[in-house]
């Protein structure tokens, strides 16, 4: 029937967009790595929100001060945001995304032993202050380079791909912080952000990029 037709039509042209969204992906290795980075990263956020958690319960932190904690990572929020204009303009896009893992190189793993609201609250804005820089940055550069016919499908399987990441990495953190505890945690994500670090310093494609749409001439 014609509304059958129809759906197989559709159906093939979807699968057509994943394969070229996937295609011009993978392809391109500043985006791919940007990908890996990323899907790291808000894992990292993740784990520091859990361990947030986690320490406020085991040291019986009042709800207020747990508040304030949360607060002190939104204002790390808004500074990242409004920094992130004019180092943009002053930095290129290798050197600041550099720059924004070394401060979660050297802030992250200070979860592992402080259990003050104001230690917790300062190491929760630093870190939230250097993934709003991150995420600007790498959004900003990705929307630079993918070409505007695959905008669409190369966002739709980044944030697939993202979300996927996000959602299995939360599980594990959860029975790691369950069976292990805080210390053994911070450990394992912390590896993973040297890991991570050193890639970046070691890809001349990453800390020599800059954005430009003739970086990107589509499939």
Not at 47 to 69: C, E, F, K, R, T
Not at 101 to 128: C, E, Q, R, W
């Amino acid at each position: 029937s014609p509304m059958q037709d129809e759906r197989r039509t559709q159906r093939h042209h979807l699968l057509r967009e994943v394969r070229e969204g996937l295609t011009w992906l993978w392809e391109h290795e500043v985006v791919r790595s940007i990908l890996l980075i990323s899907s790291y990263i808000n894992l990292t956020r993740t784990a520091s929100v859990l361990l947030v958690l986690d320490i406020v319960q085991q040291q019986h932190i009042p709800p207020v001060l747990y508040g304030l904690i949360v607060a002190a990572g939104g204002v790390g929020n808004l500074l990242g945001t409004a920094l992130c204009p004019p180092v943009q303009r002053r930095i290129r896009f290798g050197t600041a995304l550099c720059c924004a893992l070394i401060v979660f190189v050297f802030v992250f793993p200070l979860y592992g032993f402080i259990t003050t609201p104001l230690l917790l609250g300062a190491v929760f804005a630093g870190i939230a202050l250097a993934d709003s820089v991150r995420a600007v940055f790498m959004d900003s550069y990705r929307f630079a380079v993918v070409p505007d016919t695959l905008q669409g499908r190369v966002s739709s399987i980044y944030r697939l791909i993202l979300f996927s990441v996000l959602t299995i990495g939360s599980s594990a953190l959860g029975l790691s912080l369950e069976h292990l505890g805080v210390l053994p945690t911070v450990g394992i994500v912390w590896s993973g952000l040297l890991l991570i670090t050193g890639f970046l310093f070691l890809s001349q494609h990453m800390r020599h990029s800059h954005k430009s749409k003739s970086h990107s001439t589509g499939l």
